[in-house]
Nanobody, 122 residues
Framework: QLQASGGGLVQAGGSLRLSCAAS????????MAWFRQAPGKERVFVAA???????YYGDSVKGRFTISRDNAKNTVYLQMNNLKPEDTAVYYC??????????????????WGQGTQVTVSS
């Protein structure tokens, strides 16, 4: 089970930190990721961290977002800085057996959280 939190309303240029708490499986052996889905659009990859702590980012968030994991707390984080209106979406956390060749694919993930809304006003 994955429980995402930390979303909210923020002005452009602001910051938010999302959290995703995991339970029911061995967190440290799974890769973790964040995807987002804007209204009327597909769910797209945002960032991922493998079980070995290698990180990957979507082009639109590189340099602004940072994904990290705390295996002692079974939690993955997404620090979002310099937010833009186009970052507005529901953000979902996911867990799966990812590697360098599949981290960006929704099909690589076994478990999904319920989503948390992020709204960035201009």
């Amino acid at each position: 089970q994955l429980q995402a939190s930390g979303g909210g309303l923020v002005q452009a240029g602001g910051s938010l930190r999302l959290s995703c708490a995991a339970s029911g499986y061995t967190f440290s052996t799974y890769g973790m990721a964040w995807f987002r889905q804007a209204p009327g659009k597909e769910r797209v990859f945002v960032a991922a961290v493998t079980w070995k702590a290698m990180t990957y980012y979507g082009d639109s968030v590189k340099g602004r977002f940072t994904i990290s994991r705390d295996n002692a707390k079974n939690t993955v984080y997404l620090q979002m800085n310099n937010l833009k209106p186009e970052d507005t979406a529901v953000y979902y956390c996911a867990a799966g057996g990812i590697y360098s060749g599949n981290y960006y694919s929704r099909n690589a993930y076994t478990y999904w959280g319920q989503g948390t809304q992020v709204t960035v006003s201009s």
